[in-house]
């Protein structure tokens, strides 16, 4: 046993641990300073309820992480532990839609009596897992660009969490599960002329299922608080106390933070301006009150995280560990880029959390095991180079 | 081993995606930090604009104050009933911070509001429809008092808020109305609520008295409070100056009280009048009918203006005073002369006395001015010569602004082109003044010849800053007259009231001395003549008390009374005189003086007793007793018993059998009725007063069903009668008029012979009557 934890430690890929480490215990510090008025003033709670609540998550969070990264990823393409991600994610997609509860617009939260769990969060790492395991099998077997056999099945899958995602209606995590279902399947080994065919018919079936709906429920598609986004993305300014407040106001924060910010604790837009500062918009917060030294810290740090994980797919032999290693990072790159590009208006602002920073129970929970399977994948993948 | 690394495109496609886009994110960050501008805005400022709020201090307008700081104007606070609609401004379901339950606030709100449930209903309804933020309720919720603001708040409605609201308020209601004026919150174009003088004191000193809104500017957080560690600036609220006037509260509300009584008893068209204090000029009181209630202005009509100073008016006899004053004062005066009263001729002009012109033989000046005779002017002027009498009718002010401190003064007309107008002027007729210039004009005579500019105004200060902007002082406005020749004056007028032939006997004080001269004027109709009627003349009062040294001046007007038959013009104005002096007086803590009081005696019950007993016991106590029959046994008694009498007072016993009449002269009107009804015989009494005459002499038997013509007269020893021995008992003035006097034109009215100003006129209805009376 000793020995068994002696190799793990060797093997162990410590700058990726110490900045997981890092960003969760940086933004538990920021969580600290953008909740505390909120929580006073809005809830009428105590200044250190989110803080503390993040410091519960954390400690569930690492356990789970510490065994996510000791259980060997090659288990992930056992049949068995497919459809137990399976029926984990559908079992929660079900039950969200029976007995889940809105948490601010859609009906995204089930209530499990000690906790709240987003099934859309599930989902988004049950399907890098569940992808990754399909496609390895597939990849074994040498049929990976067998279309029918080997790509059809999982897509239609994919497809399916999709609109039971888009039905809460969580179209944010919608995007981000399709993109990360994207990024798996880029990274599955299959031919690029085939990537490209699948691409277009997948995007040929979104356009027939997008442009009916556009057409025939055009009121429910393009509600007045969608199209006051879209509106308020291109022109924030114009309507600065409706649909632009929250853009405009994350703007005032990073503008009056300037490159050297405020100092911590110092942000005003976290008091009342800027809508849940402990969340969506914590990285406004952080640039406000740590200026360009914030932003730097978190930015760098998730890009070492995403860029780390992908260059372990780049050179991995193993598809399975690509594609799991592609997949985390993608999911972790594609959650924090919809966040700062909300944030600084390069995209429409979508209610996405910003990965290991954001106050979130499941979120944090969940990045710590999407975290664990990466750590696990980087060390086979660290053995595997030792081994040549 | 080189060999064996199979690149893996998507991989490699995932990772300089991903590097691009961390890239931009970064990019775009750092930008926004260092240039801290989007699409050109300027986002720090923008910022530090959104947190900055700025707060409006309210400046309290200034009081208005009586001598004695007592408030007769201030800014109270109310509150502004607001009921947010919208659900933005609840930010936890739990602490709803906006109507909930629209149904159930206009309930609760009808209920303590005086708007109707409806109008409520659909106020929040209309509201809910547009989308507003809140609304307010009008009128009905608007100046909400404390207590009110308390019993809402504690109904525990969601989304019920109270804004503070200042509201001018008036504590004493009708209170110097014309001269305090009003103000009231007027809407800016901005839509913001000023408070603005619109009338009087109000709209004169509005400048003074409106304050200067400061202002707080600070940095809030969304939910209002202060950011830690930010600055604010404030630029403090200047309250507006208090306006401490020379009124006296007291003083003013006695007159208010007078007022309204006489008001409501006789109703007449216009009441004027103003008290000021002798010595100095400051006016102690001011007030005038109809008048109106400032909180509400309930009672403003289109009138506006404050007649004390802007209305004019021909005085009638309260000028003989300074008529006399003048002859006084250049020799020309010696009471004991004597004169031939009733007509005076002026080339082709003739005035006569008030009594059509029969005056009362040959008299004493002094008893000319008692009986307010218009001929003995007309002498005294023929002694002074016009120019002299004009050099006093100007050095005592009139024809010009007294300069008192009030705007829109009229100053009034001095006929003095042709002899007849001069002539007229020594009694107060055709020439024109203005109330307040009777008093400036009254003072020389009170303050042993001074004359004392009024003012109303004694010093403009404000609270916050302690800076004076206005100080005033008494101020001389000339001496007319010389000390001697102004006690000599009041000496005269103070014999008005207490002489047999007194003018002004019912304006006998009880604790204090009084003088004063009445006045009955004519006025002018629409149609530029004289009116006629028994009710159209201006009777007044220009008086003064303790008469030795005078601490109050006043000047009452009452113009049109409804008089009861039985009652004078002099009456009402009395009534105001007396109250307000007796009053007034005793509350500046005047020491009484020592009256000469009459010898009192109170009456027992003297029924079933003997006759000649109880003759001879009230006889000795110095009554008169009259018995209505030759019994011997007292079946009854007038006055009752219990009463308290006056030396030389009647009493009448009744007795059975034969009736001897007594000698009625100067039995009073109820006297007369009480024997009438003691003695059962059949007294027919014909005219207003005390009895001069009697149809069967004295000393006649009479049974009951002969008549008796009982012929009543105004009373020649009247001042001995006291106002509360009733009406009857109230004597006023002289008798008789001419019956022309209405006749002509205003204007040459005052030339034309027979004419009659002054108190002519409560006689010219007595005599009319008599006339009838005796016809019939």
């Known amino acids: ?64 992480f510490i065994v996510s990264a000791l259980f060997p990823y090659k288990h992930f393409s056992n049949k068995g532990m497919m459809k137990l991600i399976l029926g984990v994610i559908f079992l929660g997609l079900v039950l969200v839609h029976l007995i889940g509860y809105a948490g601010g617009g859609a009906k995204s939260w089930i209530n499990l009596g000690f906790a709240s769990v987003q099934p859309s969060e599930v989902a988004k790492v049950g399907i890098i897992l569940y992808l990754s395991g399909v496609f390895a099998n597939k990849n074994r077997k040498g049929m990976i660009n067998n279309f029918n056999e080997s790509i059809a099945p999982p897509v239609i899958v994919l497809t399916l969490v999709l609109f039971f995602v888009f039905l809460e209606p969580d179209l944010g995590s919608m995007i981000i599960i399709g993109a990360v279902g994207l990024c798996v399947m880029l990274a599955s080994g299959i031919r690029f002329k085939l990537y490209l065919k699948l691409s277009s018919i997948v995007l040929a079936g979104a356009a027939l299922f997008i442009l009916p709906m556009i057409f025939f429920a055009q009121d429910k598609v393009f509600t007045e608080k969608r ?78 995280i995403v860029l780390r994980g992908l260059s372990i797919a780049m050179t991995t032999k193993d598809p399975l560990a690509r594609m799991l290693a592609a997949g985390v990072a993608s999911m972790i790159g594609i959650q924090t880029f919809v966040n700062l590009g909300g944030l600084t208006g390069i995209i429409p602002l979508t209610g996405v959390t910003l990965p290991f920073i954001s106050y979130g129970g499941t979120s944090v929970i969940l990045l710590s095991l999407a975290m664990g399977v990466l750590m696990n994948v980087s060390m086979f993948h660290k053995v595997e180079k030792l081994k040549k | 081993m080189k060999k064996k690394f199979r690149f893996q495109w998507g991989a490699f496609l995932l990772f300089m995606l991903f590097a691009g886009l961390f890239f931009l994110l970064f990019a775009r960050i750092v930008t926004i930090q260092a240039t801290g501008q989007v699409e050109g805005q300027e986002l720090a400022a923008k910022a530090a604009a959104k947190y900055s709020q700025e707060q409006v201090l309210k400046a309290e307008r200034g009081r208005i104050l009586d001598r004695n700081a007592e408030v007769i104007a201030e800014d109270t606070l109310t509150y502004k009933l607001v009921a947010v609609l919208s659900d933005s401004a609840t930010q936890k379901p739990s602490n709803p911070r906006h109507v909930i339950d629209i149904e159930k606030t206009a309930d609760v709100l009808s209920e303590h509001l005086t708007a109707s449930r409806e109008t409520i209903l659909k106020i929040l309804k209309n509201g809910v429809e547009k989308g507003l933020y809140q609304v307010e309720f009008g009128s009905a919720g608007r100046e909400i008092s404390h207590t009110k603001m308390k019993e809402l708040e504690e109904e525990g409605l969601p989304g019920i808020l109270f804004v503070n609201d200042l509201k001018r308020l008036y504590p ?62 404030v630029t403090p609220a200047v ?22 009584t006489v008001q409501k008893e006789y109703t007449p068209k216009r009441m004027i009048a103003v008290i000021a204090d002798p010595k100095t000029g400051e006016i102690l009181a001011m007030s005038q009918r109809p008048t109106f209630n400032p909180n509400t ?152 010849g001074v004359m004392m500019k009024p003012y109303v105004i004694d010093q403009i200060k404000n609270p916050d800053t302690g800076e004076v902007t206005l100080k005033s002082e008494p101020e001389e406005a000339g001496q007319p007259i010389s000390a001697e020749t102004a006690k000599e004056v009041r000496e ?91 009053n007034g007086l005793k509350h500046m803590n005047i020491e009484p003086e020592d009256m000469e009081t009459a010898k009192t005696v109170e009456l027992d019950d003297y029924k079933d007793k003997s006759a000649k007993a109880v003759a001879k016991e009230l006889a000795g106590k110095g009554l008169n007793v009259v018995l209505t029959g030759s019994a011997s046994k007292v079946e009854g008694q007038y006055p009752a018993s219990g009463e308290v009498v006056l030396e030389n007072e009647t009493i009448i016993l009744k007795t059975s059998g034969t009736t001897v009449l007594p000698d009625f002269t100067g039995w009073s009107k109820r006297s007369v009725l009480a024997y009438q009804a003691l003695s059962g015989t059949s007294i027919q009494i014909v005219g207003q007063g005390f009895a001069v005459s009697q149809s069967l002499s004295k000393g006649s038997k009479v049974s009951q069903e002969d008549p008796v013509v009982i012929q009543l007269q105004t009373p020649e020893d009247s001042y001995k009668v006291r106002m509360k021995d009733g009406p009857e008992g109230v004597p006023s003035a002289e008798s008789d008029t001419t019956a022309d006097t209405t006749e002509a034109p205003a204007e040459e009215a005052a030339a034309s012979a027979g004419e009659a100003a002054g108190e002519a006129t409560e006689e010219t209805t007595e005599e009319q009557e008599s006339e009838v009376n005796t016809e019939e």
């Not at chain 2, 401190?405 to 020594?426: C, F, Q, R």
Request: no cysteine.
């Open chain 1, 1 to 64: 046993m000793k020995q068994y934890i002696k190799r793990y430690s060797k093997n162990l890929d410590y700058p990726l641990l110490l900045t997981y480490i890092a960003l969760s215990i940086f933004g538990l510090v920021m969580i600290y300073s953008a909740s505390m008025a909120w929580a006073v003033n809005v809830y009428g709670w105590e200044a250190d309820h989110f803080y503390k609540q993040q410091l519960v998550n954390l400690s569930l969070a690492f356990p789970v």
């Open chain 1, 227 to 304: 199209l006051g986004r879209l509106d308020a993305f291109f022109n924030p300014f114009e309507d600065e106390l409706g649909f632009g407040m929250q853009i405009v106001n994350g703007y005032l924060a990073i503008g009056s933070g300037g490159l050297s910010g405020l100092g911590l604790g110092q942000s005003v837009q976290k008091l009342g301006y800027l809508p849940e500062p402990h969340t969506d918009f914590i990285m406004s917060v952080i640039a406000e009150e740590l200026g360009v030294f914030g932003v730097a810290f978190v930015l760098v740090g998730l890009a070492f």
């Open chain 2, 172 to 233: 004493n209601g009708a209170f110097a109305s014309h001269l305090i004026g009003f103000a009231m919150k007027e809407e800016l174009d901005g839509g913001q609520l000023v408070t603005k003088g619109k009338m009087g004191l109000e709209a004169i000193h509005d400048g003074v008295l409106t304050g200067k809104n400061g202002k707080m500017e600070f940095n809030t957080d969304k939910w209002g409070y202060l950011l830690p560690n930010s600055e604010s600036a």
């Open chain 2, 239 to 260: 309250d507006g100056s208090d306006v401490q006037l020379t009124l006296d509260k007291t003083l003013e509300n006695f007159l208010e009280d007078a007022m309204s």
């Open chain 2, 297 to 448: 202005r309930e009672g403003l009509s289109d009138n506006w203006l404050n007649e004390s100073i802007e209305l004019t008016i021909e005085p009638g006899s309260p000028m003989k005073m300074f008529t006399v004053a003048s002859a006084i004062e250049e020799g020309k005066w010696d009471p004991d002369a004597t004169y031939k009263s009733g007509t005076y001729k002026l080339g082709p002009d003739v005035i006569g006395d008030h009594n059509s012109g029969r005056g009362w033989g040959t008299i004493t000046f002094l008893e000319g001015i008692q009986r307010s005779s218009n001929v003995s002017m007309a002498y005294l002027l023929e002694r002074m010569g016009k120019e002299n009498f004009l050099k006093y009718i100007d050095a005592f002010g009139f024809g010009e602004k007294t300069g008192i401190d009030l705007p829109h003064e009229a100053s009034g007309k001095i006929l003095d082109k042709y002899a007849s107008n001069v002539l007229t002027l020594t009694y107060g007729q055709g020439s024109t003044v203005t109330p307040i210039q009777l008093i400036q004009a009254a003072s020389a005579i009170a303050n042993d």
């Open chain 2, 492 to 582: 005269i007028l103070a014999s008005t009231v207490t002489s047999e032939h007194g003018s002004a006997a019912g304006f006998a004080l009880q604790d204090y001395s009084s003088a004063g001269k009445t006045g009955t004027a004519q006025i002018p109709g629409e149609d530029g003549r004289y009116m006629t009627g028994r009710n159209n003349y201006l009777f007044s009062f220009l008086g003064m008390a303790p008469a030795e040294d005078p601490k109050l001046l006043i000047y009452i007007g009452v113009q049109q009374p409804n008089l009861p038959a039985n009652e004078y013009g002099s009456v009402p104005v009395s009534k105001i005189f007396t109250s307000v002096m007796e």
